[in-house]
């Protein structure tokens, strides 16, 4: 057993900020599965939301995000989060994040929902950027040790020690590159690894999204909420050496307008917003046609702006495409819907905390009340920044869970898999149905097929991790089945259509907006 102050575990902007925030007497040990890079969070293009013009204000803010999230959003949250916003972009400018200027501020975009440019970015890739300014900084940072290819098991909790306390006490890790499992003991422990776009089969996120901290906090006691609100991002590059490459909607913002194959713009007729309208209507609006017309994509057409604006403005999208034989100065982009962002998960208060002691959950695997029924473009990486540095001033002014002797993790009567196959084909039929039952449209039946055939798989699931000894594989999709079950869960239990929530059991909205909330037994 090794201690330490504060285990993070992840590594994308929430978890940097968190860390970088923490005072230098904290030893902070910051686990990650794969590489540090590895993160929804790198891989953001559009920006970071927040009131920076003149003709801007928090108001306008907290108002665009609350319609966005359909009535579900918790308005003191939002406040707290768009009020806070400014302060925490300016740690991060102190950080040495480039943003983009004009004149002698900032460049701002917009994208969709927004009523102002409040755009904070670094031409297409701002998580990048964002990213390899915060890495560097943790690098540097003489109280932080950084460990890759470590993979949270399980959470230690008070009740797993027989004891009748509930309190996280750390975690189990296992050591990839080792293959061995270690035992972490923490004063706080931090949830911070990102969301589950990986339970379907078409996604923006990276690899590592498989909902590891909602699984791991809903069995250590945790409540979820308003996990049926799963983010369809409308426009990833439907291309196949593409992997899920995101078209981010700034380019929306500036002007691109989609498209029919014969060249029909069609967004006027499902929104006054046309193009601008929130994600779950463009979303919807995009599988609508796609579906009406039998078509495997649309198109994104921003050929009207001039060649040197459009490169100037979207660099890495120009750069990809053209590497994909696609020069977007001339021709569309053919775009389709992908899942981007877990809009619920673990419910938390304004510092992160969550129903157990001494644990954290921040970033997307958290539901602050922020995003509602439909999160609003770049919010995200604020809420990353605003949520980071309030857990870092509680931690630093909490106490710490109390020491306790834990014991070693257990394989004496486990043996090694004989069949790998079986975690390979649960995973492939995982992603499958999920993204045919409880994608972007649902009915009751199609919830039904999902739930019947979850529990098949977690039976298989539980058995396999009680008979052979773990691995990468066999923990994400152990996590993997839980959330989607968590998510199925959530969906049955909403009888409406609202935001991100779409039925057509229930196409109405109810005249009260109530969160989706389940309690662990």
Same mark, same amino acid.
Request: proline content about 4%; charged content about 25%.
């Given at each position: 057993?090794?201690?330490?102050?504060?285990?993070?575990?992840?590594?994308? =902007?929430? !978890? &940097?900020?968190?860390?970088?925030?923490?005072?230098?007497? /904290?030893? *902070?040990?910051? #686990? +990650?599965?794969?590489?540090?890079?590895?993160?929804?969070?790198?891989?953001?293009?559009?920006?970071?939301?927040?009131?920076?013009?003149?003709?801007?204000?928090?108001?306008?803010?907290?108002?665009?995000?609350?319609?966005?999230?359909?009535?579900?959003?918790?308005?003191?949250?939002?406040?707290?989060?768009?009020?806070?916003?400014?302060?925490?972009?300016?740690?991060?400018?102190?950080?040495?994040?480039?943003?983009?200027?004009?004149?002698?501020?900032?460049?701002?975009?917009?994208?969709?929902?927004?009523?102002?440019?409040?755009?904070?970015?670094?031409?297409?890739?701002?998580?990048?950027?964002?990213?390899?300014?915060?890495?560097?900084? =943790?690098? !540097? &940072?003489?109280?932080?040790?950084?460990?890759?290819?470590? /993979?949270? *098991?399980?959470? #230690? +909790?008070?009740?797993?020690?027989?004891?009748?306390?509930?309190?996280?006490?750390?975690?189990?890790?296992?050591?990839?590159?080792?293959?061995?499992?270690?035992?972490?003991?923490?004063?706080?422990?931090?949830?911070?690894?990102?969301?589950?776009?990986?339970?379907?089969?078409?996604?923006?996120?990276?690899?590592?999204?498989?909902?590891?901290?909602?699984?791991?906090?809903?069995?250590?006691?945790?409540?979820?909420?308003?996990?049926?609100?799963?983010?369809?991002?409308?426009?990833?590059?439907?291309?196949?050496?593409?992997?899920?490459?995101?078209?981010?909607?700034?380019?929306?913002?500036?002007?691109?307008?989609?498209?029919?194959?014969?060249?029909?713009?069609?967004?006027?007729?499902?929104?006054?917003?046309?193009? /601008?309208?929130?994600?779950? #209507?463009?979303?919807?609006?995009?599988?609508?046609?796609?579906?009406?017309?039998?078509?495997?994509?649309?198109?994104?057409?921003?050929?009207?702006?001039?060649?040197?604006?459009?490169?100037?403005?979207?660099?890495?999208?120009?750069?990809?495409?053209?590497?994909?034989?696609?020069?977007?100065?001339?021709?569309?982009?053919?775009?389709?819907?992908?899942?981007?962002?877990?809009?619920?998960?673990?419910?938390?208060?304004?510092?992160?905390?969550?129903?157990?002691?001494?644990?954290?959950?921040?970033?997307?695997?958290?539901?602050?009340?922020?995003?509602?029924?439909?999160?609003?473009?770049?919010?995200?990486?604020?809420?990353?920044?605003?949520?980071?540095?309030?857990?870092?001033?509680?931690?630093?002014?909490?106490?710490?869970?109390?020491?306790?002797?834990?014991?070693?993790?257990?394989?004496?009567?486990?043996?090694?898999?004989?069949?790998?196959?079986?975690?390979?084909?649960?995973?492939?039929?995982?992603?499958?149905?999920?993204?045919?039952?409880?994608?972007?449209?649902?009915?009751?039946?199609?919830?039904?097929?999902?739930?019947?055939?979850?529990?098949?798989?977690?039976?298989?699931?539980?058995?396999?991790?009680?008979?052979?000894?773990?691995?990468?594989?066999?923990?994400?999709?152990?996590?993997?089945?839980?959330?989607?079950?968590?998510?199925?869960?959530?969906?049955?239990?909403?009888?409406?259509?609202?935001?991100?929530?779409?039925?057509?059991?229930?196409?109405?909205?109810?005249?009260?907006?109530?969160?989706?909330?389940?309690?662990?037994?």
């Amino acid at each position: 057993m090794e201690t330490c102050d504060v285990l993070i575990i992840g590594s994308g =902007l929430a !978890a &940097a900020t968190l860390a970088l925030s923490l005072p230098e007497r /904290l030893r *902070i040990l910051m #686990i +990650t599965k794969k590489a540090i890079t590895d993160s929804s969070s790198q891989m953001a293009q559009g920006g970071i939301a927040s009131v920076q013009a003149p003709n801007d204000d928090f108001d306008a803010h907290v108002r665009d995000t609350l319609e966005a999230g359909a009535g579900l959003c918790d308005a003191a949250r939002v406040r707290h989060v768009v009020e806070n916003g400014p302060a925490a972009l300016d740690w991060l400018i102190r950080q040495g994040v480039p943003f983009d200027r004009e004149g002698s501020g900032y460049h701002l975009t917009r994208e969709g929902g927004h009523s102002h440019r409040r755009i904070l970015h670094v031409a297409d890739a701002t998580g990048n950027s964002v990213q390899t300014t915060l890495h560097a900084r =943790l690098r !540097a &940072a003489p109280n932080i040790e950084i460990r890759t290819q470590h /993979l949270a *098991i399980d959470l #230690i +909790t008070g009740r797993k020690l027989g004891l009748d306390e509930a309190t996280v006490h750390g975690a189990y890790v296992l050591n990839i590159e080792a293959d061995q499992v270690e035992t972490i003991a923490a004063g706080h422990t931090v949830l911070a690894t990102g969301g589950a776009g990986k339970a379907f089969l078409y996604t923006s996120n990276p690899d590592t999204a498989t909902g590891d901290g909602i699984a791991m906090a809903w069995r250590a006691g945790c409540r979820v909420a308003n996990l049926e609100f799963i983010q369809f991002h409308p426009t990833c590059l439907y291309h196949p050496q593409a992997k899920s490459f995101l078209i981010t909607e700034a380019m929306r913002g500036e002007g691109a307008l989609l498209r029919l194959p014969d060249g029909t713009r069609f967004m006027p007729e499902h929104d006054v917003r046309a193009e /601008l309208a929130p994600r779950d #209507i463009v979303a919807r609006a995009i599988d609508f046609e796609m579906k009406k017309r039998g078509l495997d994509c649309v198109y994104l057409d921003i050929t009207h702006k001039p060649a040197r604006f459009i490169i100037e403005h979207f660099p890495n999208i120009y750069a990809r495409c053209k590497e994909l034989g696609i020069d977007i100065t001339q021709s569309w982009l053919p775009v389709a819907p992908a899942t981007h962002y877990t809009c619920g998960g673990v419910m938390v208060d304004t510092a992160g905390r969550t129903d157990v002691a001494n644990l954290y959950a921040i970033g997307e695997t958290s539901n602050t009340g922020l995003h509602g029924a439909n999160r609003l473009a770049s919010n995200s990486l604020l809420e990353c920044l605003v949520y980071g540095r309030s857990a870092a001033r509680d931690i630093a002014e909490s106490p710490a869970a109390p020491d306790r002797p834990l014991p070693d993790w257990d394989e004496s009567r486990v043996t090694d898999a004989d069949e790998q196959v079986v975690i390979t084909h649960n995973w492939h039929e995982l992603r499958r149905f999920m993204w045919d039952y409880v994608g972007i449209i649902r009915t009751n039946k199609r919830l039904e097929r999902a739930s019947h055939r979850i529990r098949l798989l977690r039976e298989e699931i539980d058995e396999f991790y009680s008979n052979f000894r773990v691995t990468n594989d066999l923990i994400e999709l152990r996590n993997l089945v839980q959330t989607a079950e968590l998510i199925v869960r959530c969906a049955q239990m909403r009888r409406e259509s609202r935001g991100l929530h779409a039925s057509r059991d229930y196409p109405d909205l109810l005249p009260t907006a109530e969160n989706t909330i389940l309690v662990p037994d």
